[in-house]
């Protein structure tokens, strides 16, 4: 049996080949260092869930399904250093460039009639680069593992903008145009941090971690308005875990998560609506959509190894 879904086909199919050819370069800098020049061709196929033309209602938007999504495709370009003054230990630099066809992106678009959808979409190419530093040290008992990626991101879309008729006269008092806007890609923070503190003891049968990581600002749903996209706000986590190794097998642990409890802001930029409304939570100057905290985890447990 079939059932129907409104506006959906009841077949579809994707068909395409792709040829993704690779190449590396190595050359030695001085003793322990290697120069990598690399390029390669890839693929991201969408998921079987978004392709299938399904259709969900939630108390604040609907969602979609959209066969006609196409898959991605994107040439890399990366030259990366590389320097391994201990086997356990390394420092890396690296610039990469990467050209996007069809990314996949989620917004909220027009529908059947009236309707906004939730929905995957290829919005045109975009175009990635920036830089990446990766470090690993130790020092005895204690060791330090860090990295730090910056991404320039630009897509350019077609946006719609309303807005009133300048013409008091006329009969249209509400005019739409289209404007062709660049803007970051979908999902794609412009800096991303993570650094882990490490304290080993094997004598005495201590290790434990502290790690921190930093997701800057990033676009997570595209609107089909001029500056009306949404994001999310940069937020900090930190984690942390404790082992104690005792006699007999026995592990003493302890493991704590999202210890910093920031909120998930999602958040419209200022423009043109913004400044009228004055009895909403606001960030940087734009409107607050949804702030949400999710709570500290510590978990403690004791661990039984038999020989």
Do not use: C
């Amino acid at each position: 049996l079939k059932f129907t879904t409104e506006g959906a086909r009841n077949e579809g199919n994707q068909d395409y080949t792709d040829v993704l050819p690779s190449f590396g370069l190595k050359f030695p800098v001085h003793k322990d260092a290697n120069l990598h020049i690399s390029y390669y061709k890839g693929i991201n196929r969408p998921s079987f869930f978004e392709i299938v033309p399904y259709s969900m209602i939630y108390e604040d938007y609907k969602e979609r399904g959209n066969p006609d999504i196409k898959h991605t495709t994107a040439d890399n370009f990366d030259i990366r250093y590389e320097y391994f003054p201990r086997p356990s230990e390394q420092i890396m630099a690296g610039i990469f460039y990467k050209s996007i066809k069809n990314p996949i992106e989620f917004g909220m678009m027009n529908g059947f009639g009236q309707d906004v959808f939730y929905i995957p979409m290829n919005f045109g190419n975009a175009n990635n680069y920036g830089f990446e530093l990766d470090l690993i040290k130790y020092f005895s008992w204690f060791g330090i593992k860090a990295n730090y990626t910056y991404t320039n991101s630009d897509i350019t879309t077609s946006k719609m903008r309303v807005f009133n008729n300048p013409d008091p006269d006329a009969e249209t008092k509400i005019l739409t145009e289209y404007i062709n806007q660049t803007r970051s890609l979908f999902g794609q923070a412009a800096n991303v941090a993570n650094i882990t503190l490490l304290f080993k003891d094997k004598k005495m049968g201590w290790d434990a971690q502290l790690a921190f990581s930093y997701t800057g600002d990033r676009l997570i749903i595209v609107s089909r308005y001029l500056n009306e996209d949404t994001w999310q706000a940069g937020y900090g986590s930190m984690d942390a875990s404790l082992e104690k190794r005792l006699k007999s097998g026995l592990t003493l642990f302890a493991k704590a998560s999202n210890l910093l409890n920031s909120p998930m802001i999602q958040y419209n930029k200022p423009n043109d609506n913004t400044s009228v409304l004055t009895t909403v939570e606001r960030y940087k100057g734009g409107i607050v959509d949804r702030k949400e905290l999710y709570g500290q985890n510590i978990s403690l447990g004791l661990r039984i190894k038999f020989q």
